[in-house]
């Protein structure tokens, strides 16, 4: 073991960084397959049913685990068809400019006290800049395909990412304020002190507003009128088969783990134990790890599917309306409560 430290450390960083870089892509597509038949088994469980259970189990045990492998040979071996009057190159790349973005985030994502790929001062402009860049493919994709039925879609699901984005951009602010850095590594170590540190304590209304503009963000239930299959068809992705039409999927997914990661680093604390001061420092469950950001990242994803299983989908308008009219005035409202905080000297700024 000592020996392969050492070999390990005596690799130059740039190599490092790549064996991580490929060990994180193929985590997420591995968390990503397995995402979509944890939805269908949990949605299943809540309707009294029993979900995929067909496909494959480990000695009887786990019905129907290898279904996510037969829906990706299923995609895989489906023809690609490709609008004859579409701009045939836009039509190709449009997937990948929204799926690229996805995965480029999680550079930056601090996966326990000492792993994280990128540990630059600037994480959460990057961020942002990498979701701002995830619209254009949906925008692509609707346009380059030549499809009334495709560009709708494809501009409904473009203002609606705007409008969220906002919000979820005001937010941020609001937790960058508390933290006094826009560092990922930094903003988890400034909630240090046990759950009562967290930040979803003193910024629960910016807390609430970040998770309802994730899900909205997204594209999920119940803010998914863009692929509203009674109103325009499938929405900007109704052209594209096979492969194709699952790196979207591919994108969908990975970014609702994404958004649940990030959840997790802003408000509860990252990889931080909830039982910090309340045990003794050298007991197991006190340390911090990857695992608690396992488990708050899984919490958040299954009430996506939650929600999924739970609300009908919203109209267009009160979507919008949504966005506009409440989420944002409430957290340029809950910037200013910070202010006052900070000028008091309570909450995160208490000396």
């Given at each position: 073991?000592?020996?392969?430290?050492?070999?390990?450390?005596?690799?130059?960083?740039y190599?490092?960084?790549?064996?991580?870089?490929?060990?994180?892509?193929?985590?997420?597509?591995?968390s990503?397959?397995?995402?979509?038949?944890?939805?269908?088994?949990?949605?299943?469980?809540?309707?009294?049913?029993?979900?995929?259970?067909?496909?494959?189990?480990?000695?009887?045990?786990?019905?129907?685990?290898?279904?996510?492998?037969?829906?990706?040979?299923?995609?895989?071996?489906?023809?690609?068809?490709?609008?004859?009057?579409?701009?045939?190159?836009?039509?190709?790349?449009?997937?990948?400019?929204?799926?690229?973005?996805?995965?480029?985030?999680?550079a930056?994502?601090?996966?326990?006290?000492?792993?994280?790929?990128?540990?630059?001062?600037?994480g959460?402009?990057?961020?942002?800049?990498?979701?701002?860049?995830?619209?254009?493919?949906?925008?692509?994709?609707?346009?380059?395909?030549?499809?009334?039925?495709?560009?709708?879609?494809?501009?409904?699901?473009?203002?609606?990412?705007?409008?969220?984005?906002?919000?979820?951009?005001?937010?941020?602010?609001?937790?960058?304020?508390a933290?006094?850095?826009?560092?990922?590594?930094?903003?988890?170590?400034?909630?240090?002190?046990?759950?009562?540190?967290?930040?979803?304590?003193?910024?629960?209304?910016?807390?609430?507003?970040?998770?309802?503009?994730?899900?909205?963000?997204?594209?999920?239930?119940p803010?998914?009128?863009?692929?509203?299959?009674?109103?325009i068809?499938?929405?900007?992705?109704?052209?594209?088969?096979?492969?194709?039409?699952?790196?979207?999927?591919?994108?969908?997914?990975?970014?609702?783990?994404?958004?649940?990661?990030?959840?997790?680093?802003?408000?509860?604390?990252?990889?931080?134990?909830?039982?910090?001061g309340?045990?003794?420092?050298?007991?197991?469950?006190?340390?911090?790890?990857?695992?608690?950001?396992?488990?708050k990242?899984?919490?958040?994803?299954?009430?996506?599917?939650w929600?999924?299983?739970?609300?009908?989908?919203?109209?267009?308008?009160?979507?919008?309306?949504?966005?506009?009219?409440?989420?944002?005035?409430?957290?340029?409202?809950?910037?200013?409560?910070?202010?006052?905080?900070?000028?008091?000297?309570?909450?995160?700024?208490?000396?």
């Amino acid at each position: 073991m000592d020996a392969l430290l050492a070999f390990w450390t005596s690799l130059p960083d740039y190599l490092r960084s790549t064996v991580w870089i490929l060990l994180v892509t193929v985590a997420v597509i591995l968390s990503v397959a397995f995402t979509t038949l944890w939805e269908r088994k949990v949605i299943g469980w809540m309707q009294l049913r029993q979900g995929p259970n067909r496909v494959g189990s480990i000695f009887g045990f786990a019905p129907g685990i290898f279904q996510p492998f037969a829906d990706v040979i299923k995609l895989l071996v489906k023809e690609v068809v490709i609008p004859s009057a579409s701009n045939k190159w836009l039509f190709r790349i449009a997937p990948m400019i929204t799926l690229v973005p996805a995965f480029a985030a999680w550079a930056v994502m601090p996966l326990d006290p000492d792993l994280v790929i990128a540990d630059i001062d600037a994480g959460l402009l990057y961020l942002l800049s990498l979701t701002s860049v995830g619209v254009y493919g949906v925008i692509l994709a609707g346009w380059a395909a030549n499809s009334k039925y495709a560009f709708l879609g494809a501009m409904r699901s473009a203002a609606q990412v705007v409008a969220y984005e906002i919000a979820m951009g005001f937010a941020l602010v609001g937790v960058v304020m508390a933290a006094g850095t826009m560092n990922f590594g930094d903003i988890v170590r400034a909630q240090s002190g046990g759950a009562s540190s967290w930040f979803v304590l003193w910024l629960f209304p910016l807390f609430v507003v970040y998770v309802i503009a994730g899900v909205a963000e997204t594209n999920r239930a119940p803010f998914d009128v863009a692929e509203g299959e009674s109103e325009i068809v499938a929405g900007f992705h109704v052209e594209y088969s096979g492969i194709a039409f699952a790196l979207f999927f591919l994108a969908e997914y990975a970014n609702m783990l994404l958004i649940s990661a990030l959840t997790a680093v802003f408000f509860l604390g990252g990889w931080l134990s909830p039982f910090e001061g309340i045990l003794a420092a050298d007991n197991p469950l006190a340390a911090p790890g990857f695992h608690w950001l396992f488990l708050k990242l899984f919490f958040f994803l299954t009430c996506f599917m939650w929600y999924r299983a739970t609300f009908p989908r919203y109209r267009y308008d009160q979507i919008m309306r949504l966005g506009w009219k409440i989420l944002i005035p409430v957290t340029l409202v809950w910037i200013a409560v910070e202010g006052v905080m900070f000028w008091a000297g309570v909450g995160p700024w208490k000396s």
